[in-house]
């Protein structure tokens, strides 16, 4: 269970024009931690590994390996999850309703533009079940300073209303947290997200939309689960991709 220490990580979405290149995910140093193998976990954990640490390069070897971090039972104890059944989003087969493509018309959404802003909202404490910690905060902020997290965001009349982040390596986007402020904002930024990661001829092929868990509201949009071995395959092909999300 434990990570050990090594012996010697219809709207358009608008990109924000400063934001930096990213730097390649698969070329940070290694993890100063042996991180647990979801191939080797029983069926239907979870949970499977405790402690370490959120370093940029601890981060991204877990999602290479098919992990994510969350705190344990809120109370603050780091954990490393791969749910099974896991949740992805294939990009080809996205739910649209009638109503949301009315609703959409209503917002702008833009890439990158406030993550700080996102990240703060999806952390509120008036939120239930809330783990975004600030050291999460902070975590995950280093690594949009590396162009490796990303953010979308979804705004009515210049306010910020809506969005998500995630993480981007290679051909897989893991999505950590989204929220709303206004109705179907959450929704309109999914949305966005896959035009982004799926938009041109061809660009789908491979590539992994990781959602952690399929809940009923992202089912509805397309959302499906699946056993662990079939994640881990999926992800081995979708890491070897070139990411879209970052710049040149």
């Known amino acids: 269970m434990h990570a050990l220490p090594r012996t010697s990580a219809h709207t358009c979405a608008v990109r924000c024009p400063d934001r930096r290149a990213a730097v390649d995910a698969r070329r940070l140093p290694r993890s100063a931690w042996d991180l647990p193998d979801p191939a080797l976990a029983p069926a239907g ?72 802003e996102v990240i703060a909202a999806c952390a509120s404490q008036r939120r239930s079940h809330g783990w975004i910690t600030p050291a999460f905060q902070a975590a995950y902020g280093d690594l949009h300073a590396l162009g490796i997290a990303h953010s979308v965001e979804v705004w009515r009349d210049s306010e910020l209303v809506g969005g998500l982040y995630g993480v981007e390596i290679g051909g897989l986007f893991a999505g950590e947290s989204m929220f709303h402020r206004s109705r179907d904002a959450s929704k309109v930024a999914l949305v966005a997200l896959v035009e982004a990661l799926g938009g041109a001829a061809g660009a789908r092929e491979g590539r992994v939309l990781d959602i952690q868990w399929a809940t009923p509201h992202l089912e509805s949009l397309g959302a499906i689960a699946i056993g662990r071995d079939d994640y881990l395959r999926r992800l081995g092909a979708a890491v070897q991709c070139d990411p879209v999300l970052a710049t040149d």
């Open 45 to 116: 954990e979870d949970l499977i590994g405790v402690g370490a640490d959120l370093a940029p390069s601890t981060v991204m070897a877990a999602y290479a390996r098919g992990l994510f971090p969350m705190d344990v039972g809120g109370d603050g104890q780091l954990g490393w999850w791969s749910p099974d059944p896991r949740g992805v989003l294939p990009l080809d087969r996205l739910h649209v309703s009638r109503s949301l493509r009315v609703a959409s018309r209503r917002f702008q959404t833009t890439i990158d533009m406030s993550f700080g």
